[in-house]
């Protein structure tokens, strides 16, 4: 049974209190080649460029390698 899609505030108001599980769900979201998680995440990075507050910059990171690498 596949976990539902939450609403884009949720994954939003879960990052910025610092929910990990959320963090989780939504980096889940941004990996997923689904059409339906790709734009919930696209949803879900835009809202938080504009919600975050000026004093928690936030900082992307990439990660790259070969399958099996050990990136996780």
């Known amino acids: ?8 505030q949720t994954y939003v108001e879960g990052i ?4 990990r599980v959320l963090l989780g769900q939504a980096i889940t979201l941004v990996e997923s080649a689904r059409p339906e ?4 995440a696209r949803d879900v990075i835009a809202t938080l460029l504009l919600e975050a507050p000026p004093s928690q910059p936030s900082m992307r990171v990439a990660i790259t390698g070969a399958p099996g690498a050990g990136k996780s």
């Not at 910025?16 to 929910?19: Q, W």
């Not at 998680?37 to 919930?40: D, E, F, G, M, P």
């Open 16 to 19: 910025l209190s610092g929910n």
């Open 1 to 8: 049974m596949r976990r539902p899609i939450l609403p884009t």
């Open 37 to 40: 998680h790709q734009a919930r």
